[in-house]
């Protein structure tokens, strides 16, 4: 008769209960209690949510509402690139259209970031696009269009959201697009 506390008996205990507590961990405690659901298991058992912080549909800004339209024209084979400043969880709204189809990226930049580093969201080619955005981190945040055509092309664009000046990047140039705020008026 073997004993039933022998070292490997109390071993193969712990690594089940491991496992065990493993288990339970991944598919009921993170999305019950933090909201994390690699497997999919919380929102399937409807876990997802029950640790009693609330999460509200209405998010505060720091920065005050501006909306802004531009429109400029690409020449054949002109590029330029135009994005707002915008702070982590700040809100955009946007709708670009085109008469002809151009080369488009949605992409940005977070502060301190080596200088050609860029995150990609959009890519393709098209005559419009319309969505909202959330800054996923602090930087700037828009647009590369480029005309790959043979004719000029008109771009209009129009946003809302929570930035406090655009930067328009054209011919080797910058330049810089300030909102007045309301203190700003007077």
């Not at 209690?33 to 999919?40: A, K, R, S, T, V």
């Not at 058992?45 to 009693?52: E, F, K, R």
């Not at 002109?78 to 707002?84: A, H, Q, R």
């Not at 969505?131 to 647009?143: D, E, L, N, V």
Request: proline share 5%; charged share 20%; hydrophobic share 40%.
């Amino acid at each position: 008769m073997t004993d039933i506390r022998s070292p490997q008996k109390i071993l193969a205990a712990c690594g089940a209960s491991l496992l065990t507590a493993t288990a339970i961990l991944v598919i009921a405690v993170l999305p019950a209690e933090y909201g994390l659901d690699p497997l999919g298991t919380g929102a399937a058992l409807g876990l997802m949510g029950l640790s009693g912080e609330e999460t509200s549909a209405i998010q505060s800004q720091e920065q005050p509402w501006h909306s802004d339209s531009f429109e400029f024209k690409l020449a054949p084979f002109e590029s330029l690139e135009y994005k707002y400043r915008l702070e982590k969880g700040a809100a955009m709204v946007y709708s670009w259209q085109a008469d002809d189809d151009v080369l488009f990226e949605m992409h940005s930049e977070p502060d301190g970031a080596a200088p050609s580093f860029a995150q990609t969201f959009s890519k393709g080619r098209g005559k419009q696009n319309n969505a909202a955005y959330r800054a996923p981190f602090p930087g700037i945040h828009g647009w590369f269009w480029q005309n790959r055509g043979v004719k000029e092309v008109t771009v209009q664009l129009n946003t809302g959201g929570f930035f406090p000046y655009a930067i328009e990047f054209r011919e080797g140039g910058e330049f810089r697009h300030k909102f007045e705020t309301q203190k700003d008026i007077k």
